[in-house]
C-alpha cells in the first residue's frame, strides 16, 4: 500500500512569507507527527495528532508555527513569517495507534529553503 | 542533559565484517521503547529495530541486533555481515511512554561508511 507522503518535496521561499507543508498519512493511521531535521543533526519533534486534535504541540518553536488536521487524515504544518532558521527538513510520521511499540512510519520529506 | 546520545559521528566498517553503532539514553520513565531507524542520503527514515524496556531478550532483525543493557542505559546496534548498502546515517530515538507520550526524541546519529 502507499506510504506517507508530503508535498511539495522542496519549497523555496524567502523570509517573511506565508508556506504550507501537507503531509497524507498511511491509510487508517490514527497518529501523525511533525518533526524538523535541521543539517547534519536528528529530526526534532514538533506536534502530533490523535485523530483530529493535536495531542502534543509541545515541540513546536513559536506561535509562527501551526498544524492542523481537519478530517483526521492528511495534516498541514504551517509557517508564519519565515526565518532563514526555519529552514530544514519537516518530516511527517504516522502510526496505526499510540502508546507502547507503534512503529512510525516517515515520509519523505519536504525541504524548507528560507532565502 | 540529552535524553539520547550517540558519540560516534561517522564509523568506517569493511564490507562483510560486523559494526556497533553506540547509544546511550537518559530517562526516569519505567516504561519506555529504543528505535533505530537508518536514513540514507535519499532522506527516508527506515526502521530497523524496536527493543521495550520491559523486554527480556534483546530484540533481533535479520542482520540486526540491539545490544540492551538496561542498568547502563545504553542500546547499541549491531549489524552483522555489512553490505555495501548499509551505508546512511544512523539514529537511535526513545519514546517515554509515560512522561512524554508518544513521540519520539533522536540522537545526533552515525553516519556508517562501508569500505569494499
Known amino acids: 500500500g502507499a506510504g506517507v507522503s508530503q508535498t511539495p518535496s522542496n519549497k523555496v521561499t524567502e523570509k517573511g512569507k506565508y508556506v504550507e507543508l501537507r503531509c497524507d498519512p498511511i491509510?487508517?493511521?490514527?497518529?501523525l507527527y511533525w518533526y524538523r531535521q535541521s543539517l547534519g543533526q536528528g529530526p526534532e519533534f514538533l506536534i502530533y495528532f490523535q485523530g483530529t486534535g493535536a495531542a502534543d504541540d509541545s515541540g513546536l518553536p513559536n506561535d509562527r508555527f501551526f498544524a492542523v488536521r481537519p478530517e483526521g487524515s492528511v495534516s498541514t504544518l504551517k509557517i508564519q513569517r519565515t526565518e532563514r532558521g526555519d529552514s530544514a527538513v519537516y518530516l511527517c510520521?504516522?502510526?496505526?495507534?499510540?502508546?507502547?511499540?507503534?512503529?512510525?512510519?516517515f515520509g519523505p520529506g519536504t525541504r524548507l529553503t528560507v532565502l | 542533559a540529552q535524553k539520547i546520545t550517540q558519540t560516534q559521528p561517522g564509523m568506517f566498517v569493511q564490507e562483510k565484517e560486523a559494526v556497533t553503532l553506540d547509544c546511550t539514553y537518559d530517562t526516569s520513565d519505567p516504561s519506555y521503547g529504543l528505535f533505530w531507524y537508518k536514513q540514507p542520503s535519499s532522506g527516508e527514515m527506515i526502521f530497523l529495530i524496536y527493543?521495550?524496556?520491559?523486554?527480556?531478550q534483546n530484540a533481533t532483525e535479520g542482520r540486526y541486533s540491539l545490544n540492551f543493557q538496561k542498568a547502563r542505559k545504553s542500546a547499541n546496534l549491531v549489524i552483522s555481515a555489512s553490505q555495501l548498502g548499509d551505508s546512511a546515517m544512523y539514529f537511535c530515538?526513545?519514546?517515554?511512554?509515560?512522561?512524554?507520550?508518544?513521540?519520539?526524541?533522536f540522537g545526533g546519529g552515525t553516519r556508517l561508511m562501508v569500505k569494499p
Open positions: 510520521a504516522s502510526s496505526l495507534d499510540v502508546g507502547g511499540f507503534n512503529e512510525q512510519f
Open positions: 530515538a526513545m519514546r517515554e511512554i509515560l512522561n512524554a507520550g508518544n513521540m519520539l526524541t
Open positions: 527493543q521495550g524496556s520491559y523486554d527480556q
Open positions: 491509510s487508517g493511521h490514527t497518529a
